[in-house]
C-alpha cells in the first residue's frame, strides 16, 4: 500500500487540453542565382550565400543583402516582397538558395531544378526545417518559370525535289517568340542512282531549344540547274512543361509548400503553358510587372514576389492563419502591369476572365471611370486557384488551410 491512510496523494495527469503549436506558413524560399554587388568582397558574398546551401534571413537584412547586385532578379524579389507588407510588418522571413549560374538559360535552370540526391537546386528547402529551424512553405524561383524547352521532334521530307545537283541548305523559320529560342539545325541528303538528283532524306543535327510555335521549313542552294525543283518538309515541334514547374511539386508535396509561378503573357502563350502542368500546389500568376529601377528606368520584372508579399501580408492580418484568399488585393511598388489584360467583371469573354477561367492569376488595372473594372484606381492581384485538376482541391487557400492544420496538428500532439 503506497498511498497514505490519511494524507494526501499527488498525481500528474497529462490529459488536460494543450495549445496548439502553430505552424509557420509564410516563410519565403527564394531558389535561383545571385549576382555579387560590384563593389563587394567576393569572399564575403561566398560566406553569405554558399552556392547550393539554404541560408536563413529577414527581407530587412542589410548587411546581407547589400552584397547582392542591386539590380538583379533576386534583390528585385526580396523588394518586391517588401513593398506588399502591411501595418506593423517589418520584414518577411526568407530562405534562400543560390545556385550557379549556367553557361545558358538552360544550364541556369537545371541547376535550380537540382537533384533529389545531391540536395541540390530546390531540393535544399526539403532539409530546411532541420537545418534552419523553419522550412519555407511560399516557394519562388522569379525569373525561371515562364521558359518552356519545346524542341524539333520530327523532320517530314513531303517532296524529294528534282534536278539539284548539291545537296540544299534546310532552313528554320517561326518557333514562337521566346527570347531564348534557339532554331534547331539540319541537312539534306542526296540520294543515289535513279534518285541522284533528289533529296533522299532529311537529318536533324540539333533539336534546337524553347520553341513555342510551329516551324516553317525551307529550302536554299541545291545547285546551279535552271529546272531544278527544291524539296519541301514539315517539322514537328514537341511543347515540353517548364523544367522548373515540373520538378517543383515533389519538393511541395514533401515539405507540405506551395509555390508562385511566372506563366508567359498573353491568352494562347499562358493557355499553352498551362497545359503542360497539373499540381494542387502551383499558383501561376501572368503577366510581369513594370518597375522603377534604381537609375529611374522602367524595367519589367516577374510578378510572383509580388503574389507572395500579398500572401504574407494576408497571413499576418489573420494571426499567421493562411485561410484567407489573396484575391482582389493591391500591389504596391510597381508602376504598371507588363501588358494589360482587358478584365470586366460581368462579362466572362475578355482575356483577363479567359485567363482565370484556365486557372491563371492575374493582375488588373483600375479605372474610376468604369463600372465594370475591379477597383477605381491601382493595380490589382486576381487570382484564387492553383493548377490542380481536383475541383475541390483548386483553391490555393483550401490547400494551405488543410497544410496548416495538418502540419498544427502534428506539432500539438508531440506534446502526447
Sequence with gaps: MTDPVFGITIRRDANEAAVPSNALMSVVGICMPFAKAPTALQAAFDAAFPVDVAVRLNSNDTTKLALCDPDSLFVDAVEGINAQLGPYQVAAQLVV??????????ATIANIVGSSVTGAGIHAFVNAGADLGVYPRLILAPGYTTQ?????????????GTNMTAAPAVEFTGGGADPNKVLPTAHAVMGTGP??????SLVIDTPGAYLSAPLNVSFSGGGVDAGKVLPTATASVEELANAVCAALPEVLNKILAVAIVDGPNGLAAFTQWRETLSSDRLIPVTPGIKRLDASGDVVT???????????????YENDGRPFRSWANQALYGIVGPEQNYRFSLT???????????AQGGII????????????DGGFVYIGTDNLSDQTIWQQYHKVRGRDFIELTCLRTLRQF
Excluded at 148 to 160: E, K, P, S
Excluded at 348 to 357: D, K, V
Excluded at 364 to 375: E, K, P, Q
Design 97 to 106: 538558395n543560390r545556385v550557379a549560374e549556367g553557361a545558358d538559360i538552360a
Design 364 to 375: 488588373a488595372r483600375g479605372d474610376s471611370g468604369d463600372d465594370f473594372a475591379i477597383a
Design 347 to 357: 462579362d466572362g469573354s475578355t482575356e483577363g476572365q479567359e485567363i482565370l477561367a
Design 195 to 200: 534518285e541522284a538528283q533528289k533529296v533522299a
Design 148 to 160: 518552356q524547352f519545346g524542341a524539333l521532334t520530327g523532320l517530314t521530307l513531303t517532296t524529294q
Design 301 to 315: 520584372r516577374p510578378a510572383a514576389p509580388r503574389v507572395a508579399g500579398v500572401a504574407v501580408r494576408r497571413d
